[in-house]
């Protein structure tokens, strides 16, 4: 009768000696979970590497050189051959300060502290590619521009470049001279390209 009272002890034994193993194997397949002080450390670390080779975050709200509070950005003048090109780019550029800068931007030379006033002497094209009509099928667009910073209260020339170029690679599905077309999307799309690209040599002077 003893050994009939035995016999399922000595199994309950070996089923929790076999639990116990089972669960260390399965312990030490198991990766701990990094903990959060390791996960900040790691992150720091990538930090100092990402800014030791020259990455750095940059606020996309930047100031205009000369203390400017305020600026005006009439129209500019066109000396090409372009029709409206002038406004277009004057309207791109309007806007692009206005997203870089907290400072008021407006249209009129007065009544500001500074006149960002502009001349635009070119405009041209040639073709990169050639598509099956023997159209051009990508361009290389390049605008050329006089442009002037000046403060208005004392006549100080705060920024210029009379040479300022932007060259941009544009596809076209279509003909160049529907390209240069008034209200031809990629036209418009230039312009932003030519305002973003002023915008960001003007304010990291």
Known sequence: ????????????????????????????????????????????????????CGYKVRSSVQNLPGGIESLGIPTFSNATH???????????????????????????????????????????????????????????VTVQMAVKLTRVRDGAVLWENSNYVYSERYVLNAKITDFFSEENPALERLARDFAASLASTLLSH
């Open 1 to 52: 009768m003893t050994r009939f009272l035995v016999f399922p002890r000595v199994i309950e034994t070996w089923w929790v000696f076999l639990r116990r193993r089972a669960n260390q194997g399965e312990a030490k397949t198991r990766r701990p979970a990094p903990a959060p002080r390791l996960l900040r450390s790691v992150a720091a670390l990538v930090f100092l590497v990402l800014t030791g």
């Open 82 to 140: 372009q029709y409206k090109v002038e406004q277009q780019i004057t309207r791109a550029v309007l806007k692009e300060f206005s997203a870089r800068t907290r400072i008021p931007i407006n249209s009129n030379s007065s009544g500001v502290d500074a006149v960002l006033a502009g001349e635009i002497r070119g405009f041209s094209s040639s073709p990169v590619t050639f598509g099956l009509d023997t159209f051009g099928s990508a361009f290389l």
